[in-house]
């Protein structure tokens, strides 16, 4: 009798968010394994820096600077969505408790909203675009995922990264190259610290944002 219910209703409210959980813990272990590996490549390639800093190759450690940029701003995007992937677990357990009390799922835009922003990232597009479907079967959802995926920008890369490349020059060279607080002598040391400092605010604050929604 109740594989013939559920042959009619599908699965249960409780299964679909185990099904569903499941997936976001599978796809935080291969976004683990990502930064795990560009950890290690940084730290080969802040290796090689400081060895073509010792050769005076200037050129080669520049581009290789710009790189470990780059794999920064990969990293943190990664880490974001790794929260992100978190709170819906969070609203999906509270989905899973109000259930009980409505008999039925509750639309979310927080849900809509983080599942939006984690379709943009090519690594997690084809689940959440999946997931999303089904959550809005299940009447969580109501709107489609946008289109565009988030990838790195080159021209933002070169526009940020500038000042980033001469600090890892001049940090991981012990001063050989790069210079400490300017790039060109355009960007003072104190303007390039409070750059750095709002941003990392605004991060933290999006990062507590996510986890506590």
């Known amino acids: 009798m109740q594989s013939i219910t559920r042959w009619i209703n599908g699965p249960t409210p409780e299964e679909k968010v185990r099904a ?34 010792k050769r005076n190759d200037a050129k080669s450690a520049r581009i290789l600077a710009k790189e470990l940029v780059r794999a ?39 849900i809509m909203k983080t599942t939006n ?48 490349v001469e600090k890892v020059l001049f940090e991981l060279t012990d001063g050989k190259l790069g210079q400490a607080g300017k790039v060109g002598g355009e960007l003072p040391v104190k303007e390039e610290d409070e750059q750095e400092a709002a941003e990392m605010q605004k991060m933290q604050r999006e990062m507590q944002d996510l986890l506590s929604s």
């Not at 272990?29 to 990502?34: M, N, Y």
């Not at 930064?35 to 940084?42: E, F, K, P």
């Not at 299940?138 to 489609?144: H, K, R």
């Open 20 to 53: 569903w959980k499941s997936k976001l813990r599978q796809e935080e272990r291969g976004l683990d394994r990502e930064i795990a590996n560009l950890d290690r490549a940084t730290a080969k390639s802040k290796a090689e820096l400081k060895a073509l800093a």
């Open 72 to 110: 920064k701003h990969q990293r943190d995007r990664l880490i974001s969505s790794k929260a992100r992937m978190g709170s819906i677990q969070m609203q999906l357990q509270h989905q899973l408790s109000m259930v009980k009390v409505t008999g039925a799922f509750q639309k979310s835009s927080e």
């Open 117 to 164: 922003q984690l379709v943009k990232l090519p690594q997690l597009s084809a689940t959440m675009r999946e997931m999303s479907m089904e959550m809005t079967k299940s009447g969580i959802m109501s709107e489609m995922m946008e289109e565009t995926l988030d990838t790195i920008d080159d021209d933002e890369i070169e526009e940020e990264a500038d000042a980033e």
